[in-house]
């Protein structure tokens, strides 16, 4: 009896902590309490190389786009955004914010401004992403999804 009641413990225990990892978050919260002022400024950061006249050159080359909460962009960002989820990983509890790797060949930095603060999502295409400063993961299966965002995101800027 005591082993069985062991297990069960042990079980319920492992069932808490994977929920508590793969539970999906939304990217709503960027975007509560939005006040008439507020604004979104995204910066796109090329990175990797180009070749010109034959000649491998750096990228570098960045993009920046401010959107006011009455545009259509505004919507369209939280839209996309709304599309895909996020999730804790053991790095979210910990200081380390630092990221490596731009798998998407860029990296999209999002920060909504608002009235009393400012969130922000930077991201590089691989599996993390930032999220106010803490790392979490973007889908459950490799990068596919987080460069899947980025993407469209990037997209509706240069439109």
Do not use: C
Not at 35 to 40: G, L, P, T, V
């Amino acid at each position: 009896m005591k082993k069985r009641f062991m297990f069960l413990v042990l079980g319920l225990i492992v069932s808490a902590f994977a929920l508590f990892f793969m539970w999906p978050l939304s990217f709503s919260v960027m975007f509560d309490d939005i006040s008439d002022n507020a604004r979104i400024y995204v910066v796109v950061n090329e990175t990797g190389v180009k070749f010109e006249g034959g000649v491998e050159v750096p990228r570098g080359e960045v993009t920046e786009h401010i959107i006011t909460s009455d545009s259509q962009k505004f919507q369209q960002i939280q839209q996309i955004l709304d599309n895909f989820s996020y999730r804790r990983t053991f790095r979210t509890f910990f200081s380390d914010a630092s990221m490596m790797g731009d798998d998407a060949g860029f990296w999209l930095s999002i920060y909504v401004i608002r009235e009393n603060d400012t969130r922000s999502i930077i991201t590089g295409g691989t599996r993390e992403i930032l999220v106010n400063s803490r790392v979490y993961r973007v889908g459950y299966w490799g990068n596919r999804a987080n460069i899947e965002m980025m993407n469209e995101i990037r997209s509706l800027l240069e439109s």
